[in-house]
């Protein structure tokens, strides 16, 4: 049997140094580093309008600088657009918040543009303007404790590879507060992001590590969209999106230790082994899910796990899982409150749906505690439905196994195959159902049920199915006697 828990952890392994050492990066260890790309050679240059000696502009302080020097500018107003152009990598710009540098008219185009290579920005504040605000073409660029504010455009734009951004503040973005565009490696650390006209944070490339960041008020799509592979996204507190909070496409994703909250969705992901585990999502509403994971291609280490799902409301479930290559596991999830499906399993390829739990399902009586449909052979095992509005757990699709369930207050029937054929129900157990205990309808065939019992429930059994056999089953404190055959469906 394959360990999820530690394959999706080995499948990262090869990045913890990196990430280790990149993101316990300060300012200290960035101004060591730059200093020690300078050599003997570096210098500090200083930036003051009032001080004899010093550049008068931030841009005339780059002009003056080489790679590997310190600029340091004196708190103030800048009225600038500056470029840092290519051949000053490992420049470093550093000032107190107190630094302004505001790009609104008479200016137009972007407030910073950085060309170079291992450029360190720090400290400053950066507004207005009716474009972007730091655009960091060069590659392993830090962007450190910056604040950005009211741009038009989007706050922060990562180009080049390995880019940081931590512990900075924006708020008021035009588009995106960050875009990285096929920016491979880049971190996100402990950033606070907030009202942005457009997705919050947005990134296409690979190995991305966003993480710990407080994230509210994207208004027109997410809290965070990435295409790309191998992506982290832990720790992070969105709230406030019309779309999901996280979207990913891409395979290896890790999204782990987020708290989810008003949203138009909490957690979406689609590709090979994606991991979501011990993320807790709360008043959602939109129509979709809380968690909706989607595996592809391989499913070996795919794993959902631990995640909590309270209060979704305006049609929208609890977690829906689709398996199209073996291996998925989906366990130890807690579902309350939900307007949809508590869980829905769905795929081609077999899923390991144990241990799960919703509680309070359904805005109607249509929908489930537990939806199980696809042809996939699904292994439903240990899993309990507690006030159900619809049914304890419906079945459909093809050959899936229901072991040990238990459903108790059903306002339908507490375990349903409504279609397809070769099921195998055994062992399960129901308490309280309006309908059936256990219901077969006369569009499932092939299929069988042994050793489950039934207790306060409108029948024990409702057979109408010709070529499903049902043994051993105990049924107690019942208002009516079985139906076995006779055509038609189970009556509710």
């Known amino acids: 049997m394959t360990d999820h828990t530690s394959g999706s952890a080995s499948a990262r392994a090869s990045r913890g140094g990196l990430r280790a050492l990149r993101s316990g990066l300060g300012l200290a260890a960035a101004l060591a580093v730059a200093s020690l790309a300078g050599g003997a050679r570096a210098a500090t240059i200083c930036v003051d309008p009032g001080k004899a000696g010093c550049q008068t502009t931030i841009q005339g302080g780059i002009g003056a600088a080489s790679a590997g020097d310190t ?11 500056a470029v840092v152009p290519s051949g000053k990598n490992g420049l470093v710009i550093i000032g107190p918040r107190t630094v302004v540098i505001d790009a609104d008219a008479p200016l137009v185009g972007d407030a910073l543009t950085i060309d170079s290579s291992g450029v360190t920005v720090a400290g400053l504040t950066i507004r207005n303007g009716d474009a972007d605000g730091i655009v960091a073409n060069g590659t392993n660029v830090l962007i450190d404790g910056v604040t950005l504010t009211g741009l038009d455009g989007d706050c922060i734009v990562v180009n080049g590879q390995g880019g940081i951004v931590q512990g900075s503040t924006l708020r008021g973005c035009g588009d995106n507060a960050i875009q990285a565009n096929s920016a491979d490696d880049l971190q996100l650390l402990g950033n606070r992001i907030s009202h942005c006209d457009e997705t919050c944070i947005e990134v296409v490339g690979d190995d991305a590590i966003i993480e710990k960041n407080t994230v509210s008020m994207a208004q027109d799509d997410h809290a965070i969209l990435v295409a790309g592979n191998n992506v982290e996204i832990v720790g992070n507190r969105l709230d406030g999106a019309s779309a999901e909070l996280v979207s990913v496409a891409g395979d290896n994703a890790l999204v782990s230790g987020n708290r989810l909250a008003n949203a138009g969705g909490g957690v979406s992901v689609a590709g090979a082994n994606p991991v979501v585990a011990k993320n807790a999502a709360e008043s ?8 909706d994971v989607t595996c592809t291609g391989s499913c070996g280490n795919a794993l959902v796990e631990s995640n909590r799902v309270k209060d979704a409301a305006d049609d929208t479930g609890g977690i829906s ?89 059903a306002i339908q029937n507490g375990l349903h195959l409504s279609s397809g054929s070769g099921h195998t129900v055994d062992a399960n157990k129901v308490q309280d159902a309006n309908g059936a205990g256990l219901a077969v309808e006369s569009a499932v065939t092939s299929s069988s049920a042994d050793g489950n019992s039934v207790k306060r429930v409108r029948n024990g059994l409702c057979n109408k199915s010709v070529s499903t056999t049902v043994t051993n089953h105990t049924a107690k404190q019942t208002d009516t006697a079985d139906e076995i055959g006779g055509g038609g469906s189970c009556p509710i």
């Not at 579902?335 to 309070?360: C, H, I, K, L």
Request: with cysteine; proline share 1%.
């Open 321 to 409: 899982v689709t398996g199209n290559a073996a291996g998925m596991v989906v366990r130890k999830n807690r579902v309350e409150r939900t307007e949809d499906f508590g869980f829905q399993v769905n795929g081609g390829a077999p899923v390991d749906f144990q241990s799960n739990a919703a509680t309070t399902v359904g805005g109607d009586r249509s929908t489930a505690c537990i939806d199980v449909n696809g042809a996939g052979g699904h292994a439903i095992a240990r899993n309990r439905g507690t006030d159900c509005h619809g049914d304890g757990i419906d079945v459909s699709g093809t050959g899936h196994t229901l072991t040990r369930n238990q459903v108790r207050s």
């Open 71 to 81: 600029l340091t500018i004196a708190k103030g107003f800048y009225n600038e657009n």
């Open 284 to 291: 959602l509403g939109g129509g979709g899910w809380a968690v």
